[in-house]
């Protein structure tokens, strides 16, 4: 299934943001490990997690950690009772 949609993105302007995309970040490890050097795993997991959480505002980029929880809906409780069971 991968192999397909690799084809069906390659040379596609899709791929060309991907591609340019991994050039970024890969320079950004890499410059990274000039200041303090890290493993790639502990390196993307912690892009992905502030990549995540961060959000653009008046032209600078803002670090939110609880505002991923906007989008979960609050559990459906019946009255009068604290949990379910």
Same mark, same amino acid.
């Given at each position: 299934a991968g192999h397909g949609l690799h084809q069906k993105l390659k040379s596609s302007y899709t791929e060309a943001l991907f591609q340019a995309k991994m050039r970024n970040?890969?320079?950004?490890?890499?410059?990274?490990?000039?200041?303090?050097?890290c493993a790639w795993d502990h390196f993307s997991w912690a892009r992905c997690?502030?990549?995540? #959480?961060?959000?653009? $505002?008046? !032209?600078?980029? #803002?670090?939110?950690? $609880?505002? !991923?929880?906007?989008?979960?809906?609050?559990?459906?409780?019946?009255p009068g009772r604290l949990c379910s069971t």
């Open positions: 970040i890969n320079l950004e490890f890499e410059l990274l490990q000039s200041f303090m050097p997690v502030v990549s995540s #959480r961060a959000f653009g $505002w008046q !032209d600078t980029v #803002r670090l939110v950690p $609880w505002a !991923d929880l906007i989008n979960h809906g609050a559990a459906k409780k019946e």
